[in-house]
């Protein structure tokens, strides 16, 4: 249990009435005695219309405006209010916090990680998607006392974000999977999302580890500055896969994730394990034990088809990784339903464009391409026989009247293209 007059002191606040709490929440509806609601305000709501209610419910308030009376704490900024009390509770955290980003990878190598610590420590991780600015630290706030070793999940699409997740969570060892192009209209280049992801890095403890991509040079030097011990993954890096096997252990990976790149991410995972006092084999029979979540890799099959839903997130390397793999662990027929790849600003029609050339080369049967982006850089490519969709609901059509029986079909898109919709309408259908 928490005092909230102790967190009051550390965010410079007015002293409440005595109260503990374990429980810190955002949703008004998950309130009860024990819990601290943050009133944040969001487009669609503002959480101060539901102090009343938390009150009520014999929770703790943060607010940001008077009026209310009880076990509150009154602040200027209720966002900001939460990441102080995140940081807060990161300085109550004795034992090894292990920070995770990356432009792709990053969930599924968090997952991998927790499990193979998991055979060995007490282990708590981020849940879901609660890796941004309001999710972080309310990992930090709800993280369980007695846990041996907590796994955070940071993303970011934008400059400075990492810097200020990074504050808050100070990872003993941090772990980044890679440096690519996703949310590239944000930063410009792809060295600017180096720079941009090496500021977890400059928020590792000094003397700390990092656990980062071979041949990445902001990364190192960011690196050799804040004095960490480097442990690099990757081709020609420490740690490697070489015909499937996690080197320089000689591992053979067995896994339910699909993909190459999963097995590299696996490697990352087992050497940040290893560093942590985990053996190698033990990581890798635990990872070979887990299963894909929904639109993460999962695969299922219906009575005509095998699906392999990765619609939950894209990017060009995963989508050009996901379409490698499917060519070489399937067989015929091979469908492709690709959505559009969002946030990749003015390298967006090209990067499309190289995906497509990357289907180009490959053996597939049918291609069907989803959004106004993909659709203008198919007119690059007039050989490629694809079928052009505006929505999840038109692919659906023409996946039900174009797939052969017994057909492999991999979707894969951005979030916002909603094919996960047409994951599950497959699935409800059983066809």
Request: hydrophobic share 40%.
């Amino acid at each position: 249990m928490r005092s909230l007059i102790s967190l009051s002191a550390r965010l410079g606040c007015p002293t409440p009435p005595e109260y503990t709490f374990d429980k810190a929440i955002i949703d008004s509806r998950e309130a009860c005695p024990s819990s601290l609601f943050f009133a944040l305000q969001g487009q669609n709501t503002d959480g101060h219309r539901f102090v009343a209610d938390v009150l009520g419910a014999g929770g703790a308030a943060v607010v940001s405006r008077d009026g209310f009376t009880g076990a509150i704490l009154e602040v200027d900024s209720v966002e900001d209010a939460l990441m102080e009390a995140g940081a807060w509770a990161r300085d109550c955290i004795k034992n090894p916090v292990v920070g995770i980003t990356g432009s792709s990878g990053k969930t599924t190598t968090r997952i991998m990680l927790a499990a193979a610590l998991s055979t060995r420590f007490n282990t708590w991780q981020t849940k879901g998607n609660l890796n941004n600015h309001l999710g972080l630290p309310l990992t930090l706030l709800n993280t369980p006392p007695g846990i041996e070793i907590l796994v955070l999940e940071m993303g970011m699409n934008h400059p400075g974000e990492l810097l200020h997740l990074g504050w808050a969570a100070r990872p003993t060892l941090s772990l980044i999977t890679n440096i690519g192009t996703a949310h590239i209209e944000n930063f410009g280049s792809r060295e600017n999302i180096a720079h941009a992801k090496a500021e977890m890095l400059h928020c590792t403890e000094k003397n700390g580890i990092a656990v980062i991509p071979f041949g990445e040079d902001i990364l190192l030097r960011e690196c050799e500055s804040r004095e960490l011990e480097i442990i690099t993954h990757g081709a020609g890096g420490d740690c490697y896969l070489e015909d499937g096997r996690a080197m320089p252990w000689g591992i053979d990976l067995a896994l339910e994730y699909s993909g190459e790149h999963n097995m590299r991410n696996a490697v990352a995972a087992i050497a940040a394990a290893q560093r942590l006092g985990v053996d190698p084999v033990d990581s890798a029979e635990a990872i070979s034990k887990l299963v894909p979540g929904q639109g993460r890799g999962s695969v299922f099959s219906t009575e005509n088809y095998t699906i392999i839903d990765e619609s939950y997130n894209a990017n060009p390397e995963s989508t050009a990784a996901c379409l490698i793999s499917l060519v070489q662990s399937h067989p015929k027929p091979l469908v492709v339903v690709l959505g559009d790849m969002l946030e990749l600003g003015e390298s967006s029609i090209t990067s499309h464009r190289n995906v497509l050339k990357k289907v180009e080369e490959l053996d597939v049967d049918l291609v069907i391409l989803v959004g106004h982006l993909f659709k203008e850089a198919s007119e690059s490519f007039p050989q490629l026989k694809v079928s052009l969709a505006e929505d999840w609901k038109e692919a659906l059509v023409i996946l039900k009247e174009s797939a052969e029986q017994g057909s492999t079909i991999l979707v894969k898109g951005s979030n916002s293209m909603n094919l996960g919709k047409l994951v599950q309408e497959l699935k409800k259908e059983g066809i």
